[in-house]
């Protein structure tokens, strides 16, 4: 069973997709949250398989949401349901972190097909979306990391071990690890020592 939160500031939304949903033999809506500040709250909570995310809530949107949920928790698959395919919401979502960008337009099937890949560790990207990434991905590796990520790179650049990273940044070992994992996947370097070469050489240290 793909356990499912939304976030969305639409009643009417969050009453057609959870019915919807609700109806899948394959899935189970855990939690529905109203805006961005509740969504992080219960995504931390109920650690849910994946997390609808809306992107224009107020007072918090669902970039700043994504940042603070893959913050705390990294392993997090949060999918973008939303209206806007615009350069200011694709770019910054993509990476705070989000998996998947899917549109509201799209049929509830196709939405539903796209929780499903998502949880079984595909991402999902409008045909526009998948555009403007392309183009995006021309760009330097380290333009990819996450503001959290570039804190620990920073960190290791320092010398500092695993454990005093976390101390430091008041998260755990556990959570310390992924952020690793992923830098050197982006960065394409093999270990912590490559990271740091590769810091130096982009002027990521002064």
């Not at 007072?59 to 200011?88: H, N």
């Not at 960008?101 to 990207?125: C, D, M, P």
């Amino acid at each position: 069973m793909i356990k499912v939160l939304l976030i969305d500031d639409h009643e009417m939304v969050r009453l057609g997709v959870s019915a919807y949903l609700s109806a899948q033999p394959d899935m189970e809506v855990v939690g529905e949250a109203e805006s961005g500040e509740k969504g992080v709250e219960l995504a931390l909570q109920l650690r849910p398989d994946i997390i609808l995310m809306d992107l224009v809530m107020e007072p918090m949107d669902g970039i700043e949401a994504t940042k603070q949920i893959i913050s705390a928790w990294p392993e997090a698959k949060i999918m973008i349901v939303t209206s806007f395919v615009d350069d200011d919401k694709v770019y910054p979502v993509i990476q705070a972190g989000a998996v998947s960008y899917v549109l509201k337009t799209s049929k509830a099937s196709e939405i539903a097909n796209a929780i499903r890949a998502t949880f079984h560790g595909q991402s999902v990207f409008e045909p526009e979306v998948t555009g403007k990434m392309i183009n995006r991905k021309q760009s330097l590796p380290h333009e990819q990391l996450t503001s959290r990520e570039m804190e620990v790179l920073l960190l290791i650049a320092q010398g500092k071990t695993n454990q005093e990273i976390a101390e430091q940044l008041f998260i755990s070992l556990k959570t310390v690890k992924v952020h690793v994992s992923n830098i050197l996947a982006k960065l394409d370097v093999q270990d912590r020592t490559q990271a740091v070469i590769y810091a130096f050489k982009h002027g990521l240290v002064k």
